[in-house]
């Protein structure tokens, strides 16, 4: 059986006062919450934040899972809470007895720290966006009056997505329709997007709704950076686009590379641009069955019998 906790305290951005008062209610209700469910003792699964909360976590099994460069995206945000954060990361990884990270080259990081550390990429929900592959579903009212064809993103505008590429590649393809599907996140270069007349940025969608606006693109898009902070995504629009059997076309960020075969990786504008018109225009039934199987292979039910596999030896 698998709980998730979800605890409430002050922001420990506040001041030393409610610091202290953030870590003594975490470490109560995490108590509280053991006891409800009958865990002796409770194998912890936490996540980068659970380093600023170390002295309240009971003694036990416990996993940590790395996810992204967490520490390089407070810095980007300008957040407070970076004081210390790699410090307190480490001091996670080596306290706990396993550690997954998302991608090779946070594995490689955390090796250094905990030879306990094992490889578990984003997957997908197979039966939510199988859909996309089989059936036909309802256009979205905000794509109907779109020229065709549309090519899209899907995904959180934050500090991943290349903005200057995003523009620069819809000027050089005017008569295809750029359609941007996420919610939007503060100090990001979403604003250099507004002013290219082909790009539509329609916002975040209920998650129920984004097979059908995957389904209704030409080509599916990663334009992330390729930076420090990008180098270990495992962007789970990968094979949420995959399971829908849609050409993608990424920039070719480390994890990217691996999927070459069935996804094309470009670099800067014009070579973006190429590769669009490319994807769109050699699809065929064998390439969508192929790319439908790649995320077969890349299921979080798969996930979750390797994760067993591993706390189980």
């Known amino acids: 059986m698998l709980y998730l906790f979800t605890p409430w305290a002050p922001s420990l951005s506040s001041g030393p006062y409610l ?12 108590h509280r919450a053991s006891k409800q469910v009958g865990f002796k003792p409770p194998i912890m699964w936490t996540y980068f934040w659970a380093g600023l909360y170390l002295e309240t976590i009971p003694e036990g099994p416990l996993v940590y899972d790395c996810v992204d460069e967490m520490t390089l995206h407070l810095r980007f945000a300008g957040r407070r809470t970076t004081v210390g954060a790699d410090q307190r990361e480490i001091a996670l ?5 396993w550690v997954f990270a998302s991608s090779r080259a946070l594995l490689e990081r955390m090796r250094q720290l905990n030879l306990n550390s094992h490889l578990l990429p984003n997957a997908v929900d197979i039966d939510h966006f199988l859909p996309a592959f089989e059936e036909k579903l309802a256009c979205p009212q905000d794509l109907h009056g779109l020229r065709r064809p549309v090519v899209g993103f ?10 200057q590429l995003l523009a620069e590649t819809a000027r050089l393809l005017p008569h295809f329709s750029f359609a941007i599907v996420g919610p939007r996140a503060r100090g990001t270069g979403i604003s250099s997007l507004m002013s290219v007349p082909n790009i539509h940025i329609l916002g975040e969608k209920p998650h129920s709704l984004v097979p059908a606006y995957i389904q209704h693109f030409a080509v599916c898009l990663i334009p992330y950076l390729v930076n420090d902070m990008t180098r270990g995504v495992v962007s789970l629009k990968l094979f949420e686009y995959l399971a829908a059997g849609k050409p993608v076309v990424a920039t070719p960020l480390p994890e990217n590379e691996a999927f070459s075969h069935a996804i094309t ?3 800067g ?8 018109l490319e994807a769109a ?3 065929s039934t064998e390439k969508r069955l192929a790319r439908l199987e790649i995320a077969r292979q890349n299921t979080w039910e798969r996930r979750c019998r390797s994760i067993i596999g591993i706390l189980s030896r």
């Open 265 to 267: 990786l470009a670099q």
């Open 19 to 30: 610091k202290d008062l953030s870590r003594a209610l975490v470490r109560r209700q995490m």
């Open 93 to 97: 990884a080596k306290k706990a007895n």
């Open 281 to 283: 225009a050699e699809d």
């Open 269 to 276: 504008p014009r070579d973006f641009a190429a590769a669009i």
């Open 154 to 163: 899907v995904g959180s505008l934050g500090p991943f997505p290349d903005y």
